[in-house]
C-alpha cells in the first residue's frame, strides 16, 4: 500500500467525467442510456481543419514546439483577438495550452500560494474549485440563483474582494449555466474591479462561439482592463475539437511568462500538427461553426419546451453554451421503494438507474438545488430522454 498526497486525497473527482463513466458502463451492459451529462459537442470537426491535420503530418510538421506556441499560430489568435474581440494581446503576451484547462492551470500555478484567495462566480464549472485548491488558494464564491439568471450583482462581487484576493474567474458563455453576461453586466463588475488594480481578472471564453441572440463581449476590451485581464479560450467547443487537446490564453506579459515557465516544465508545448490545423480554423470560413450554433439554439428551444411538462423544475433561458441548469429541489425528500432522494446527487442516480439518462449533479458546480442537462445529442434523444426523466419522477412519492 502506498501513501497517497494528501493534496490528491483532497481533490474532488470531477462530476462530469464520473457520471460519463456511470453512462459508458451501463451502455457497456446493454443499456440504453441517453447520455446528457458530457460537455462536448456532438459534430465532428469539420472537414478542411482534418485535413489541414493530416496534411501537417504529410508535410513531417510532427516535431517539438515551443513551449508557448508556434509563432504562426499565437499570430493567428492575436489577430482573432482583434478582430472579433477587441483584445490588444501581441504574440509574446500569447500561449497555447494542452486545452484551455491547462491555461487555468498554469495561472493558478504561476501565480497562487497559500493564504491567497480566488473570487468565483457560482456556479462555477467543476474543475475551478478544484485547481484552485490544488494550488493552496482558498475558493470564495459568488452565487446567484436561477432567479438572478444566475448573474451575481457587482455588490455581491465587491463585498466578497478582499485583500487576500488575487484572482477573480468566470465565464461567459458560461458552464454549466448557459449564462451570457452582456456589455451592461459587464460593465457593472469592471467598475468595482478597477478598485482593484491588483486583482487578475480570468475571463473563460471558450464558448464564444455558441452563443445566441447577442454579439460576444470580453471583459478585456472595457476601458482600462485589458492589461489585467487573462483572457482564455481554445478549440474544444467552438470547432468540435474536444479530442485535439488544445487551448490559447492572451495575458498580461509578465503573468504568461510565469505560466510558460510552468508549462515547460509540466508538458512543454502542444502538438504540432493539431496548432498547424487549429491556424486553419481561425483563418476559414466560420460556416461549420455557426451552423453548429443554429442546431444547438434549436436544440435549446427543444429543451425548454420539453421541460415545461415537468413543472416542479425551475428553469430559465440560457443564451449560451450548451447546457441548462434547473432548480430541482422539489424532489428532494420524495422517496422510491426503500430510497429517498436528499439532494441533486441522489436525484441524478436515480434518473440514470430508474429512467437512463445521465445529467450531472449541480453540488460539483456550487449549485447543490440543480442538476446540469446538456443538450448536445439530437433532437429526437432530447424528446426521449424528458419522457424517460417524467415518468420517473412520477414514481417518486
Sequence with gaps: MFKIAQRAQLMTESATLKMAQLARQMTTQGHDVINLSLGEPDFDTPEHIKLAAIQAIRDGYTKYTPVAGTLE?????????????????????????????????????????????????????????????????????????????????????????????????????????????????LELYAEVLRDFPNVLVVSDEIYEYIQFNSKHISIGSLPEMNHRTATINGFSKGFSMTGWRLGYMGAPSDVLAACVKIQGQFTSGAASFSQKAACHALESDLKPTHEMRKAFEKRRDLLLEELKSIPEWHVNKPQGAFYVLPNVNACFGKKYGTGIIENSDDLAIYLLQEAKVAVVNGIAFGAPNCLRISYSLSEARIVESIKRIRIALDKLS
Excluded at 472579433?84 to 495550452?97: A, F, Q, T
Excluded at 468565483?120 to 439568471?149: N, R
Design 73 to 185: 499560430l499565437r499570430q493567428a489568435i492575436s489577430k482573432k483577438f482583434k478582430k472579433d474581440n477587441k483584445l490588444d494581446y501581441s504574440p509574446d503576451e500569447i500561449m497555447v495550452s494542452n486545452g484551455a484547462k491547462q491555461c487555468f492551470s498554469n495561472l493558478c500555478f504561476a501565480l497562487l500560494e497559500a493564504g491567497d484567495e480566488v473570487v468565483l462566480f457560482s456556479p462555477y464549472w467543476v474543475s475551478y474549485f478544484e485547481i484552485i485548491k490544488l494550488a493552496g488558494a482558498t475558493p470564495v464564491c459568488v452565487f446567484a440563483d436561477v432567479d438572478m439568471d444566475f448573474k451575481p450583482s457587482a455588490k455581491q462581487l465587491r463585498d466578497a474582494i478582499s485583500s487576500k484576493t488575487r484572482m477573480f474567474v468566470f465565464s461567459s458563455p458560461c458552464n454549466p449555466t448557459g449564462t451570457v453576461f452582456s456589455l451592461d453586466d
